[in-house]
């Protein structure tokens, strides 16, 4: 069995339901046969529930199969639970928040019952206000609505300030019962895309609010929003672009359709943030032959193995699953520019607006410097892209976006930008050899820091996407000139190297004024531990990390085929739907 496709699903239920511990306790103690037994009944159990979920999808087809079976929608299974999915070739969180948005209105506006929308508190699901006393009509013409299409249902308590988990089939009448009593209703429809990989439900839903007259002439909200939780009951309605009512749409540029709401909701709020903001790229690919032939025509060598290990130049598509996480999570960023020594991936379509590939050439001030291999070098360098916005962020190619985020997440509205410490620390004491290439950029960063504002940096940074302004790196070029140029002349990782764009620039704003420390959920993984399938499988089944980077700096290229047959099915599990610069050829042939 050994290869097989039965062995591979026997082994990945085992690793999938056992801890990586547990499984070593195990191996230490029970001979192999005894474990190869352990193996498949641990398997057979795993595929009961999946068994369970084929049943229950199959029941509830025969029972509804107006609402299960169609066209534009196919059966999938959410927490265990039959849903029939409206299907989408290009399925995004916007898209499926709007979509639930437009069947909530247009059973509204059908019934001819006055509704506004409200900027509430959730920025993936949408908001709808109605009065109270229209209760009963807009109750009856969303139950008319989910007897005709597979709509759910959530009721929400009056004040509730959480967002919803979980729904229940709107065609069953019971739950109807119980949101005549709720202070607003949560509608769901689930979508998903052509092979039902991806399913998007109940946190892209619409809220349908009941406000009370409780004062004669004025309505009030049964929860909080971000604006105001009474409105006069005889308001004049206007239209709006929606992109005022979820933070995840683009600022000022390709407003979404409108909708009908109040005055008090259009005003522009001090922490909305009306920037662009765009996003830079280090890529490089080490397997490329003139990549390598100049690398061995450099003179010179990095100081500390680590820093020269091939896993820093291997390429297992990471960049191309990133930036299918920008297009699902980040539908705000304005351009992404990719930053090589004159390399473009095999896959990537450079002619789609809003991408531009920069070359090392275009962005070094000394140009003599290169070819360079340096990372630091290059970070150094960052600033010069021309065209970039003041405020963008700096990824690496091996950093995800693991769910929605908007533009506060990462900076202020009035320009201040966020860093992330890490609890690991800056090690004390002088640079040496011994150190790691990170330590060794810390420390010469603590040595500028204390020289300047006379405090000591002990922290590192998180590795998640850099939040940095050009301004203030200019200035870093400007303050610490010497430094500056011998980071961006080392070719190869130093001793005197600085980390400008994952560190100094952080230190540096927060003691002019000009950051702040921010909080993500986020998990680093690193590739070369040997509990990396059960972290990627929580990581898979939880999505709740704002941002995850994915680390190896051991590996050498006999571990590339491994990590392939781990990392290649975990990426496209997540990030099922191809980005727009993808290559129209390779999204055809998937």
Same mark, same amino acid.
């Given at each position: 069995?050994?290869?097989?496709?039965?062995?591979?699903?026997?082994?990945?239920?085992?690793?999938?339901?056992?801890?990586?511990?547990?499984?070593?306790?195990?191996?230490?103690?029970?001979?192999?046969?005894?474990?190869?037994?352990?193996?498949?009944?641990?398997?057979? %159990?795993?595929?009961?529930?999946?068994?369970?979920?084929?049943?229950?999808?199959?029941?509830?087809?025969?029972?509804?199969?107006?609402?299960?079976?169609?066209?534009?929608?196919?059966?999938?299974?959410?927490?265990?639970?039959?849903?029939?999915?409206?299907?989408?070739?290009?399925?995004?969180?916007?898209?499926?928040?709007?979509?639930?948005?437009?069947?909530?209105?247009?059973?509204?506006?059908?019934?001819?019952?006055?509704?506004?929308?409200?900027?509430?508190? =959730?920025?993936?699901? !949408?908001?709808?206000?109605?009065?109270?006393?229209?209760?009963?009509?807009?109750?009856?013409?969303?139950?008319?609505?989910?007897?005709?299409?597979?709509?759910?249902?959530?009721?929400?308590?009056?004040?509730?300030?959480?967002?919803?988990?979980?729904?229940?089939?709107?065609?069953?009448?019971? %739950?109807?019962?119980?949101?005549?009593?709720?202070?607003? %209703?949560?509608?769901?429809?689930?979508?998903?895309?052509?092979?039902?990989?991806?399913?998007?439900?109940?946190?892209?839903?619409?809220?349908?609010?009941?406000?009370?007259?409780?004062?004669?002439?004025?309505?009030?909200?049964?929860?909080?929003?971000?604006?105001?939780?009474?409105?006069?009951?005889?308001?004049?309605?206007?239209?709006?672009?929606?992109?005022?009512?979820?933070?995840?749409?683009?600022?000022?540029?390709?407003?979404?359709?409108?909708?009908?709401?109040?005055?008090? =909701?259009?005003?522009?709020?001090?922490?909305?943030?009306?920037?662009?903001?765009?996003?830079?790229?280090?890529?490089?690919?080490?397997?490329?032959?003139?990549?390598?032939?100049?690398?061995?025509?450099?003179?010179?060598?990095?100081?500390?193995?680590?820093?020269?290990?091939?896993?820093?130049?291997?390429?297992?598509?990471?960049?191309?699953?990133?930036?299918?996480?920008?297009?699902?999570?980040?539908?705000?960023?304005?351009?992404?520019?990719?930053?090589?020594?004159?390399?473009?991936?095999?896959?990537?379509?450079?002619?789609?607006?809003?991408?531009?590939?920069?070359?090392?050439?275009?962005?070094?001030?000394?140009?003599?410097?290169?070819?360079?291999?340096? !990372?630091?070098?290059?970070?150094?360098?960052?600033?010069?892209?021309?065209?970039?916005?003041?405020?963008?962020?700096?990824?690496?190619?091996?950093?995800?976006?693991?769910?929605?985020?908007?533009?506060?997440?990462?900076?202020?509205?009035?320009?201040?930008?966020?860093?992330?410490?890490?609890?690991?620390?800056?090690?004390?004491?002088?640079?040496?050899?011994?150190?790691?290439?990170?330590?060794?950029?810390?420390?010469?960063?603590?040595?500028?820091?204390?020289?300047?504002?006379?405090?000591?940096?002990?922290?590192?940074?998180?590795?998640?996407?850099?939040?940095?302004?050009?301004? %203030?790196?200019?200035?870093?070029?400007?303050?610490?000139?010497?430094?500056?140029?011998?980071?961006?002349?080392?070719? =190869?990782?130093?001793?005197?190297?600085?980390?400008?764009?994952?560190?100094?620039?952080?230190?540096?704003?927060?003691?002019?004024?000009?950051?702040?420390?921010?909080?993500?959920?986020?998990?680093?993984?690193?590739?070369?531990?040997?509990?990396?399938?059960?972290?990627?499988?929580?990581?898979?089944?939880?999505?709740?990390?704002?941002?995850?980077?994915?680390?190896?700096?051991?590996?050498?290229?006999?571990?590339?085929?491994?990590?392939?047959?781990?990392?290649?099915?975990?990426?496209?599990?997540?990030?099922?739907?191809?980005?727009?610069?993808?290559?129209?050829?390779?999204?055809?042939?998937?």
């Amino acid at each position: 069995m050994s290869g097989s496709p039965e062995a591979s699903r026997v082994v990945s239920a085992y690793r999938r339901v056992l801890p990586a511990y547990t499984r070593y306790r195990i191996a230490q103690h029970i001979t192999p046969e005894v474990r190869s037994q352990v193996k498949k009944r641990i398997a057979e %159990v795993a595929a009961v529930p999946q068994q369970v979920d084929r049943i229950r999808v199959q029941r509830a087809v025969r029972r509804r199969p107006d609402l299960y079976s169609g066209p534009d929608r196919i059966p999938v299974t959410v927490d265990h639970q039959p849903r029939a999915a409206f299907v989408h070739e290009d399925l995004t969180p916007l898209l499926a928040r709007r979509e639930n948005l437009d069947a909530v209105l247009d059973a509204l506006e059908g019934a001819g019952i006055d509704h506004f929308c409200v900027r509430g508190a =959730f920025d993936r699901s !949408s908001t709808v206000a109605v009065a109270d006393r229209d209760r009963p009509r807009v109750l009856r013409a969303l139950a008319r609505l989910c007897e005709r299409t597979p709509g759910c249902v959530t009721p929400i308590p009056h004040g509730e300030s959480r967002e919803p988990r979980f729904c229940e089939p709107g065609h069953q009448p019971g %739950v109807w019962k119980r949101a005549a009593a709720a202070g607003a %209703v949560r509608l769901t429809w689930f979508h998903t895309d052509p092979e039902g990989r991806l399913v998007l439900g109940v946190p892209y839903g619409c809220d349908v609010e009941f406000w009370t007259e409780e004062t004669p002439g004025v309505l009030t909200a049964p929860r909080r929003n971000r604006v105001t939780e009474v409105v006069p009951a005889s308001g004049a309605p206007v239209e709006a672009s929606d992109s005022l009512f979820t933070r995840l749409a683009p600022a000022g540029r390709d407003p979404l359709p409108p909708v009908r709401t109040r005055a008090e =909701f259009t005003a522009a709020r001090p922490d909305d943030v009306d920037f662009p903001v765009d996003v830079v790229y280090t890529w490089v690919d080490g397997s490329d032959p003139e990549w390598l032939r100049r690398r061995a025509q450099a003179a010179g060598q990095a100081y500390h193995a680590e820093a020269a290990n091939a896993a820093r130049y291997l390429s297992r598509d990471e960049l191309k699953y990133s930036l299918r996480s920008l297009r699902m999570h980040a539908p705000w960023v304005r351009n992404i520019y990719l930053v090589t020594d004159d390399q473009v991936p095999a896959w990537l379509d450079t002619s789609v607006p809003g991408l531009k590939v920069v070359s090392h050439k275009e962005i070094f001030s000394d140009p003599s410097v290169l070819p360079t291999f340096n !990372s630091h070098a290059i970070e150094s360098q960052l600033h010069h892209i021309d065209g970039l916005a003041e405020h963008f962020l700096y990824f690496n190619d091996d950093m995800f976006l693991g769910r929605e985020v908007v533009p506060q997440d990462f900076f202020h509205a009035n320009g201040l930008t966020k860093f992330f410490p890490s609890p690991a620390n800056v090690p004390q004491g002088e640079p040496s050899e011994l150190d790691v290439p990170v330590s060794v950029a810390g420390k010469n960063n603590r040595e500028l820091i204390e020289e300047r504002f006379g405090t000591t940096l002990t922290q590192k940074m998180k590795h998640v996407p850099y939040p940095l302004r050009r301004s %203030v790196l200019h200035e870093i070029e400007e303050e610490f000139a010497e430094r500056h140029r011998t980071t961006m002349g080392n070719r =190869f990782r130093s001793l005197d190297d600085l980390s400008i764009a994952s560190s100094l620039h952080h230190y540096y704003a927060f003691h002019t004024g000009r950051a702040v420390p921010g909080n993500l959920r986020y998990s680093y993984v690193d590739l070369a531990l040997p509990d990396t399938p059960d972290r990627l499988a929580r990581l898979l089944a939880r999505r709740n990390r704002h941002a995850f980077c994915l680390n190896d700096t051991v590996s050498t290229e006999r571990d590339v085929e491994a990590q392939l047959a781990l990392l290649g099915p975990f990426l496209e599990a997540y990030f099922p739907l191809p980005s727009r610069f993808e290559k129209s050829d390779r999204r055809e042939t998937r």
